[in-house]
């Protein structure tokens, strides 16, 4: 899956254009790498977000084209 689809699907970020923007401006990492709005996420990345006032940091745990919303956390675990 597409790391914008991803994003949005586990509801990290709202919108899948706000996740495409945050990765043309390099704001989301994976595995410590930048990503592409196209870049493929697997179970077990680790993908970072950088907001102005912080981080948040998830490891990727299942992959699924849609989820409830109350679901969608069951898709990463924050990592600390």
Do not use: H, W
Request: glycine residues 4%; hydrophobic residues 40%.
């Amino acid at each position: 899956m597409r790391i914008d689809k991803f994003l949005k699907v586990s509801r990290i970020l709202k919108r899948r254009t706000v996740a495409q923007e945050a990765c043309t401006e390099e704001k989301i990492l994976i595995n410590g790498k930048t990503a592409k709005p196209s870049t493929a996420v697997k179970i077990g990345d680790v993908i970072e977000v950088l907001y102005a006032t912080g981080s948040l940091k998830v490891r990727v745990v299942n992959v699924k084209e849609t989820v409830k919303k109350d679901e969608a956390s069951s898709l990463y675990e924050v990592i600390v």
